[in-house]
């Protein structure tokens, strides 16, 4: 069920811009995909929230959001690549997307980011 009401100006870029032509589960997977490795500026600083397994509790790290994971590793859901500050060079992690709050980022990383949510918001699917 929606969580999120329908935004005609997100729908219609979903459909011109990053859908377009899109036919099957993975072509709109790529489509997101390209869109987003194109449109965020990387990298940027940012707030990874994932829930804690034992705990329940939202743990938040901060983080810089180096680029877009694998497309491989992109074919159900949106993954980017992080590296916690203050971490070793080589300790770089993949974080779902979603799980990303970011921090002063230009209007078209913003836009891009919100436009995912929207998806997952509007729960569409690949």
């Known amino acids: 069920m929606p969580t999120i009401d329908i ?3 997100r729908e219609n870029r979903i459909k011109t811009e990053i ?3 899109a036919e099957d589960k993975e072509e709109r997977a790529m489509g997101w995909y390209y ?3 194109d449109t965020l500026d990387f990298p940027f600083m940012g707030k990874w929230k994932k ?3 034992k705990t329940g509790a939202i743990d ?3 983080v810089e959001v180096l680029g877009m994971a694998p497309e491989d590793d992109c074919l159900k859901d949106m993954y980017v690549e992080v590296g916690y500050i203050g971490g070793k060079d080589d300790d770089i992690h993949t ?3 979603s799980e990303i709050e970011a921090i002063d980022v230009d209007e078209e990383t913003q ?3 919100e436009d995912w949510q929207y998806w997952l918001g509007r729960a569409y699917k690949f």
């Open 35 to 37: 869109y987003l490795d």
């Open 95 to 97: 974080a779902k997307l």
């Open 7 to 9: 935004d005609e100006n």
């Open 51 to 53: 829930k804690n397994r």
């Open 111 to 113: 836009q891009a980011l």
């Open 19 to 21: 859908l377009v032509d």
């Open 60 to 62: 938040e790290k901060l």
